[in-house]
């Protein structure tokens, strides 16, 4: 019997490793599902069709065009949809998740026996390298599937990051492949591992990594080449199947950053989060931390208890850390030896260049890598919010070089030890030892802790029955209930916790919280619905349903509230409000034991209508991006907002909104006619606990000037007061005393008897002490107290240090209330037909008498969408219709109009790109 070659054994153990992993971890009897992730399985036609229509997002909420790379679901959906002929529904996503944990360790394998063949391949004899390099590459290989950054990656899952994770190691090689020679067979390769892995352009800032990385590498190579013609055609051939291959989805979410960004940086999820997020970063962002890959997830917590618990305590036994660094300086010896040895090898110098790129984006703690971030973040508010996070964006780049490193450093090491002691031993021990050193190292994975066991979930058979039955109801908007988190997560008592699933089954779109971060429209519809819950005002709950085209009611009881137990009270009234008024139809009820109901209602008699026509709109102005109220919608059913035009209705009071942090102006102020009722010295606060266990903060009191001074240290420090006495049904004017002075600033929120009550905000930096007011909406009836809380947050090694001086309360006494007369009454007419076959396109039938008006589509704004008569002639007077619709006035337009939003066709052009890597196919050489 023949012995087994090198590469064939190295293969037998690198199955044997990675099937072990898989066994160990994978649950057959149970879906794999939670924190963020992509659900095409429980509709694949659906989310085929979204993906190819995705310039509009429809069913995201109110619509909006997408900041994420939608599109890039596509070869995400299309092999999912080839798992479901063969795999039942619930194991799909798992089967998913493993597989890319597979493709990644074998693509680690293949690519770093590839990189060591083109720099050392002089070196040996074609046995001894061929045994050298294969079995570097196998050490390799196990620690990619082995360091932290992967088991971080994997351990809450995204699809975008699993794929990341999957096609870098073979994105490197196929690149690698075409630099040595450049053939058809080779385009064609890495133009499909191009395509495939698009699927990681879900979150674009996963993308640019890569990209980035690819530039300086092809940089550093076409430099040392001195513009090499053959090497400038290998790079030309290696970026347009790059560019090709991601276009259909980077166009379009080109057009939302040139357009939209602006909603994005601004959301108040973003704005509430991001400073954490980037806090966290900065507390990982130290060598330690950076050689060994952890994350701000290593110190998360949910339900009081660590999520990498067993990884922690596991790290913490004496010497375990040890292996990791031990495995960091192998990769750091690797890099020496590749520069010294290998001089003249653009390839390794570009390795080089790149892994300082991504250790840098990754140790933003540590100068002069601080330096550069600060300078950024500085400048750019864009980036600074598209890597918040920069370990999910930069640690599998990282763990990839370090890997590849590591291959060389052991490729040397092996060399050098057989010179030194001429005895062939070491070629085969140290390997195994390396092996053995990453099998202790991660010996949870081989205790099933690849996957967090808490994203193995039953899923109720209510859920799958709802998704059925939605998709049979005709078309029109879902309110999901209970309502007031603001935070776009969902936590089930069934044990389910993340940004939701149904969407990706149900055709209908769907009012989510998930969906605020991307428009401003979807955010307000929040800020408005919530107040009316609060204030029981189930009136104006349903205008707010009229004005956002809402059809149909979704009460899950099966909802936990993200913050407090109590939180929801206002959506429980709601729901027994639904239940009796006859304004609603009871659809159908969902029930399974140890389950609560899932309840569908309709509107009575409510028909959505795509695309309306409205006349005798008055023209109301301001127009705004964000207000809880909107006062003139109750009193004329819709108007317009056009700039360019007189308006028939100022309302200055359509600006008065702080809940999102924004204190009042000077002007607004006045208006309001505050009048002082309470005043509350800082020093008088009551201690109490944070959310936090971990709180060790430190309060000092000044001694001058009666102020609260809070320092703590990654901690936090909270103080309260309640005010008593007090109606809440009536607005009030908060003011706030502070400064800052080190490190976060203070964080204020307004709860009564642990019910959100509206605000929850981060002051502003102040170097002096200065006074905030801040607007407080009517909040619950029948309450006479308020209680507000200030915290001092450290989210890291840094100190923060605020002073507060005082907290006062006034009466506002110049709000306006609900008008008691009609100012001017729209009129709403439905057209004599409507088309809709995409998300992207109408076709209008207008009756005869609908010449004149305003045609009105239930899209959010945007200037994308454009609409024409069938002689070609494009309607003029796009305008905001109750302050998010598309509007258009007809001008005596008769006969049919087709609706589009225009940029959808940038999706399709990036189809069309696919044909220039077969051009590039067909003029190569066999």
Known sequence: ????????????????????????????????????????????????????????????????VGGHG???????????????????????????????????????????????????????????????????????SVYYLTNLAAIQT?????????????????????????????????????????????????????????????????????????????????????????????????????????????????AYNNITSTPQFIAKSIQYGAPPETALLKSFLWDSNELGGAILSPWRDHLAIPGISAIGYLFFGLAIGGLLYSITVTTRKPLSWGLVVSLLYFFGNIAIDTPPFSWIIHVIQTHSPELVQAFRTTFTKFSIGLSFHYALFIAIGVYGLMRLLGKLTRHTAFHIVLPAIAAILLIIYALPLWQGNLVYRKMFVDLPVQYTGLIQYLNTLPDGKIADFPQDCSEGWYNQL??????????????????????????????????????????????????????????????DNNITHCRSQKGFLSSLDFSAYLETSTLYIKQKSFTQKNFLPITVYERAGYITPSVTVLKHAPNVLPAYAYNDSDVLFASTSSYISDPDISADIIDADRTLFSKRGTPLTTEELSMLNPVLIASVSATSLDSVPCRETQDTSLVARSARHDILRLMTTDAVACQKTTFTT???????????????????????????????????????????????????????????????????????HYTSINELASIALYTATGTQSLPSHVIKQSVTEIPKQVTHPFSFFYIVDLAPDQSSGVLVVNQSFDAGWIAFADNQTQLQGHVLVNNWQNGWRLHDAKGRIFIVFLPQILEYAGFVLFLLPGILILRAKT
Request: charged share 15%; proline share 4%.
């Open 70 to 140: 939608f599109a890039a679901t596509l070869p995400h959906t299309l092999i999912i949809g080839l798992f479901s002929l063969a795999i039942p529904q619930h194991l799909v996503r798992s089967v998913f998740i493993f597989f890319c944990y597979y493709l990644g360790g074998l693509g680690m394998l293949v690519g770093s026996l590839k990189l060591l063949e083109m720099i050392f391949g002089h070196h040996e004899s074609s046995k001894l390298r061929t045994y050298l390099m294969t079995f570097a590459g196998l050490v390799s």
């Open 726 to 796: 007090i109606n809440t049904n009536n607005a009030f004017v908060m003011a706030l005393t502070s400064r800052h002075m080190t490190g976060e600033p203070l964080l204020v929120s307004v709860t009564n008897k642990g019910r959100p009550a509206g605000m929850d905000i981060q002051l502003p930096v102040h170097t002096a002490l200065t006074t905030d007011y801040y607007f407080l909406p009517p909040a619950f009836p029948s309450e006479i107290e308020l209680t507000v809380t200030v915290s001092n947050p450290s989210y890291d």
């Open 1 to 64: 019997m023949n012995k087994l070659s090198p590469k064939i054994t190295a293969l037998v153990l690198y199955h044997l490793i990675v099937g072990t992993i898989i066994a160990a971890n994978f649950h057959s009897d149970i879906r794999l599902m939670g924190w963020d992730g992509l659900y095409p399985e429980f509709n694949i036609p659906l989310n085929l069709l979204r993906g190819l229509t995705a310039g509009w997002q429809e069913y995201y909420g109110a619509g909006l």
């Open 494 to 555: 069934w044990g389910y916790f993340g940004s939701g699933f149904l969407w990706y089954g149900v055709k209908q779109p769907i009012m989510a919280r998930a969906f605020d971060v991307w428009s401003h429209t979807n955010e307000n519809y929040f800020w408005e619905l919530s107040t009316a819950l609060r204030q029981q005002d189930y009136a104006a709950v349903e205008r707010i349903f009229d004005k956002y085209a809402v059809r149909y009611v979704l009460y």
């Open 154 to 266: 994997f351990y809450v899952p995204l699809e975008a990051f699993t794929v990341h994770y999957a096609a870098f190691p073979w994105l490197t090689y196929g690149a690698m492949l075409i630099l040595e020679r450049t053939t058809k067979k080779r385009i064609a390769f890495f133009f499909i591992i191009s395509l495939l892995s698009s699927v990681q352009g879900f979150i674009p800032a996963v993308f640019a990594a890569y990209a980035v990385s690819l530039l300086l590498i092809t940089g550093i190579v076409i430099l040392m080449h001195r513009f090499e013609k053959k090497i400038l055609r290998a790079v030309f051939v290696i970026w347009a199947c790059v560019v090709s291959a991601n276009a259909y989805w980077l166009a379009p979410v080109g057009y939302f950053a040139l357009t939209q960004s602006k909603d994005y940086i601004n």
